[in-house]
């Protein structure tokens, strides 16, 4: 991690408001996000068993998951976001933290992998989306399996089987983190 950088990017960015956290340094050089610590937990829940696999992330945002998944020992970790803005700093992000993941600024609707990956992380996109239909065109690119964040009672998961499901900690009162296990 260069600190420097990392301080500076701080710095350029006093004025922006994130939605994901950006942490540098964990509690020394952090940018504030919404729901701030509930998010930092609801990675660390997500990525206990994260160790030698690979993490797509559809609609990364900033890359927090992305980052935070490389530092609890992912490899080969990709994020696609449409957002230009959000795309340019998780790649500055990933520069300064010198992280290896790679982003995409890309519809997720349309983004097509090119690899397959263990794990697929679709959490909180909005406006939503149809998930079942991602759900259905990723499940041959995902090996092991989904983590979705959608809100509650508007996601049509029939035929799909989830093997977990609990209150998102970082909205708790409207949505839910799922575990779908892929088919593939
Ligand atoms: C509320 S944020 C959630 C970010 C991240 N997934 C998380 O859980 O922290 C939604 C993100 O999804 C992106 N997004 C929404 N629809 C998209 C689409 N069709 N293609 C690519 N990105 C999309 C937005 O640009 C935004 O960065």
Redesign the pocket.
Known sequence: MNKAKAVQFVFDNVHTRF??PVIFLPGIIEIEGRWHEA?KNLADTLFKNIKGKTVL?????TG??VHEAIRNGAIGTTG????AV?INKAKQINNILEHDAIFIQ????RYQPREIFDVT?I?????P?RVGSLLKKHSGYTSEYFVL?CDLDTTDLEGFDIVDRFLSPRVADQREIIFVKSSL
């Open positions: 939605y994901q998010t992330d559809l609609g990364c945002n927090f998951f696609v976001d449409y957002d959000a890309e519809n997720i609707e992380l959490m909180a996109i909005y406006p989306l964040e």
